[in-house]
């Protein structure tokens, strides 16, 4: 696996950059939002990688950083979701517009992104809802800069509440993965170790 690649832009093309490095230039497709931050050609860049393994094919796809690579991995997951169809909802959306839309079933606004019919936001929703709900939290909490870890523990029940649970289990499960993993602190991995915890109690 290529983690990321880093070099000298050499060509910028409208959905691939071609990366000098080592005497080998890789071409790497990317979304619009990170073409739209790329450097001068000529300068360094780093790109951080997933490499797309098919028998007549290896195709590289780059992002400005991994939050974009996470959430570009998680839409291919989903069935009907390919790596062109990804990045054009990756130059559509942030990951943390993204997510919040995802998380908060909201259909209408993933159908705005073009390719994206009915059936395929829905199936986002219901294959991505609990992943990209921790992610869109994560991201809420990281905007407050609350690292506090009681703080932590109520962003996190509000999380599950979110998604459906009630108040006094969403506690119940957040205050025991807190006490069994005093080692967490952050908001993104509790949600989901909390919502292991209910999966496995249903």
């Not at 832009?9 to 000098?20: F, G, H, I, T």
Request: no cysteine; hydrophobic share 45%.
């Amino acid at each position: 696996m290529i983690a990321h690649v880093a070099g000298e832009l050499a060509v910028s093309a409208e959905d691939y950059v071609v990366v000098s490095a080592g005497g080998i230039g890789y071409k790497i497709f990317v979304p619009g939002s990170t073409q739209a931050g790329l450097p001068a050609a000529g300068e360094k860049i780093r790109l951080f990688t997933y490499l797309h393994v098919r028998e007549d094919a290896l195709t590289l796809y780059g992002f400005s950083d991994t939050e974009q690579q996470e959430v570009f991995e998680l839409l291919i997951g989903v069935s009907g979701i390919g790596p062109k169809v990804a990045l054009a909802i990756l130059s559509a959306m942030s990951p943390e517009s993204l997510a919040q839309a995802v998380a908060g079933e909201d259909v209408k606004t993933i159908q705005r992104i073009p390719g994206i019919g009915a059936k395929t936001a829905q199936r986002m929703v219901l294959e991505l809802k609990e992943k990209m709900a921790a992610l869109a939290w994560a991201h809420k909490v990281e905007q407050k800069a609350r690292p506090e870890r009681g703080s932590a523990l109520e962003d996190v029940i509000e999380g599950l509440v979110a998604l459906g649970y009630s108040r006094p289990d969403a506690r119940r499960a957040a205050e025991t993965v807190l006490k069994d993993r005093p080692d967490l602190t952050d908001p993104r991995t509790i949600l989901r170790a909390a919502l292991q915890s209910l999966g496995r109690q249903s």
